[in-house]
């Protein structure tokens, strides 16, 4: 197992992450997922997980962009993993560094973004999607006709919103003082912005 890894391992049975003992239900799934990346990846999207797996990261008490983007290639930026939540049915992904010069389509129901500068996310027309950005992102949200998404926004992210039809609708938790939202002329839609405790 690489250092990396145990590293973040450690952090998350010691309390180091979330200021106290990692609760026995993940515990017990961390352990079960042993070295097995695919298993490592489902947890990591699991909605109740996310929030924790970006906040190791982003206080480097877990993997960094390098380690994630070389170990984890097979199972990020467009792998599809199906009931991650046991929500039959529901699709999740994660993007870790995607490319600015690509546009990245939002294909899921849940989609965990990390460490994305200058990207433009484009969610279809109808789509509902719940977006967790995280890790210093710095995006571009373009609705695509009618949507509702529900974004979660951590540590000192930012996602900026130009772009929107009027019958679409966002709403944004913001679960760090230093993240932000930006609202552009042409966003048309519905946006609310609430703050949210972070709790791990």
């Known amino acids: 197992m690489n250092d990396e890894m145990i ?5 998350a049975l010691l309390g180091n992450i979330s200021g106290q003992p990692l609760c026995a239900d993940y515990k017990a799934a961390l352990r079960k997922c042993g070295n097995d990346k695919e298993m490592l990846v ?3 999207l699991m909605q109740q ?11 480097h008490l877990g993997l960094t962009k390098d380690y994630v983007k070389r170990e984890f290639k097979d199972y990020i930026n467009g792998y599809v993993f199906n009931d991650c939540d046991d929500v039959r049915g529901y699709t999740y992904a994660l993007y870790v560094d995607w490319d600015y010069e690509n546009d990245l389509d939002i294909k899921t129901d849940v989609a965990s973004i990390m460490w994305t ?7 279809p027309t109808s789509k509902c999607p719940v977006l967790y950005i995280s890790n210093r992102s710095n995006v571009h949200l ?7 998404i529900n974004i979660k926004l951590f540590d000192k992210s930012k996602v900026t919103i130009e772009d929107l039809d009027e019958n679409s609708e966002v709403v944004v938790y913001k679960y760090s003082d230093e993240a932000k939202v930006e609202l552009g002329k042409y966003c048309l839609g ?5 703050k949210k405790d972070l709790r791990l």
């Open 142 to 148: 373009v609705g695509d006709g009618y949507n509702s």
């Open 190 to 194: 519905k946006v609310k912005v609430f």
């Open 7 to 11: 590293n973040f391992k450690r952090n």
């Open 117 to 123: 500068v200058g990207a433009n996310i484009i969610v």
């Open 42 to 44: 489902r947890l990591a």
């Open 49 to 59: 997980s996310t929030p924790y797996f970006s906040t190791a990261c982003y206080k």
